[in-house]
């Protein structure tokens, strides 16, 4: 099998290819990145004499591009990570996310249908459906709650994910999606919560929380997001949408102390900031969909997880000062 991965280079795209190079030895992994700020080469550059792993540098919103690849690769299944994923970027500049996130994916639906591809795997977000209320502990969301977008961020999400699903309808594109909660572990862009607290208080900064901290998410460690696109690759049911959450809910603010704690920093570090615009105050995921259908659990408790990531952060300081000092952006895979 002959898989395309886009946005490869990012935090879950780059964990997805080194998860499916070793589930799959058989596939060919074609990874395709457009090498933007929060695409990383040095995530994916150790790779390079795998003969199953190939790299091209393309922006999914390049028409011409995306039709060159696909007439001369032919992938058999698509699977697009690539995103601008970061809600404060997309409340300052949201142009950017409608043209990666609703533009790019027309172009790669469209060279998919054209083409003859045999899935398409849109991996979206939980986010799409808004939030919960922090008072209704018994409410989860479920592939049937009704979108409801808070940011530009998620509403261009939405949006990419009904253009998949008409694509299945109009076209019969043999389709799938699957909406995960909040990832963390190794290779994610030191913007986002969980590795901007390690990095700062590994550097003894003051840590932002934003408002009060109560903010809940559901938590998924990295690779059983991978093991859960896998599923959904071999068994799922095109046309289908697939929640993936972690089961793991925790405040912001107890992730950021429990990170504090396993580094042995004091909670002094720890800063309230303003608010973030329209901040969603609880995500949680109804997974019961995909463990009936796929047999997918997640396997990593947050405890086990939470700690296998500060301890990659430790041990891989290299890979995230070159993201800090930007020395990251000048690493280009071999011609």
Excluded at 212 to 218: A, H, K, S, T
């Amino acid at each position: 099998m002959k898989l395309l991965v886009t946005g490869g280079a990012g935090f879950i795209g780059s964990n997805f290819v080194r998860y499916m190079l070793d589930a799959a030895p058989e596939d060919d992994i074609l990874c395709a990145d457009a090498l933007t700020y929060a695409g990383n080469y040095e995530s994916l550059v150790d790779l390079e004499a795998n003969p199953k792993f190939r790299f091209r540098e393309l922006d999914i919103r390049d028409k011409n591009g995306v039709d060159a690849l696909f007439a001369a690769e032919r992938p058999e299944v698509v699977v697009n990570f690539a995103a601008e994923s970061h809600v404060d970027r997309s409340i300052e500049s949201p142009d950017v996310f409608l043209e990666t996130n609703v533009m790019g994916t027309s172009v790669l639906l469209e060279a998919a249908r054209r083409y003859g591809a045999e899935r398409y795997h849109q991996v979206s977000t939980d986010e799409v459906y808004g939030d919960l209320p922090l008072d209704r502990p018994d409410l989860f969301f479920t592939e049937e709650t009704p979108l409801h977008t808070s940011s530009p961020y998620s509403a261009s999400k939405a949006a990419a994910d009904l253009l998949v699903l008409a694509y299945h309808r109009t076209y019969d594109l043999p389709v799938t999606i699957s909406r995960c909660s909040n990832n963390y572990g190794p290779y994610h862009f030191p913007e986002k919560l969980i590795p901007l607290m390690i990095v700062k208080a590994l550097h003894d900064e003051k840590l932002p929380v934003y408002g009060d901290g109560r903010n809940v998410r559901d938590w998924l460690f990295v690779r059983d997001h991978c093991r859960a696109v896998h599923s959904i690759l071999a068994d799922g049911k095109a046309g289908e949408v697939y929640n993936v959450g972690g089961h793991n809910e925790k405040t912001n603010l107890e992730v950021v102390k429990t990170i504090l704690s396993a580094l042995g920093k004091s909670e002094e570090l720890i800063e309230f900031v303003e608010d973030r615009k329209g901040h969603d105050r609880r995500y949680a995921i109804d997974p019961t969909k995909i463990r009936r259908e796929l047999g997918w659990e997640p396997q990593v408790r947050f405890a086990d997880g939470i700690g296998k990531t500060i301890d990659w952060y430790v041990k891989n300081h290299t890979w995230w000062e070159h993201i800090l000092d930007g020395s990251y952006a000048s690493v280009r895979p071999k011609k």
